[in-house]
């Protein structure tokens, strides 16, 4: 498990055998070819198992509403953390 904290302040803990899974990396480039909306969704479900909501709470704003921009940056900044551990 590695510990992560985002730029945000949003912390998770990920289990890395999670990132070895073909369905996330058909969702990660489902994400690159711009059907966002459902990978999204799928990327988060595989990479913090129960805690979407959270985040979502986290990154939530004054009207209430969950801005795609802000969850994509969390979702960079959880990958960009998984990639600088691979490297320490």
Request: aromatic share 6%.
């Given at each position: 498990m590695?510990?992560?904290k985002t730029r945000s302040g949003f912390?998770?803990?990920i289990d890395e055998r999670c990132l070895d899974d073909m369905e996330l990396l058909d969702l990660?480039?489902?994400l690159e070819g711009g059907e966002s909306l459902a990978a999204y969704r799928?990327?988060?479900n595989k990479i913090l198992p129960g805690g979407r909501e959270r985040l979502?709470?986290?990154v939530r704003n004054d009207e209430g509403r969950v801005p795609i921009t802000a969850v994509s940056m969390e979702i960079t900044d959880i990958f960009n953390a998984l990639k600088e551990g691979k490297k320490s």
């Open positions: 590695t510990q992560i912390e998770c803990e990660i480039a489902d799928g990327i988060l979502y709470d986290h």
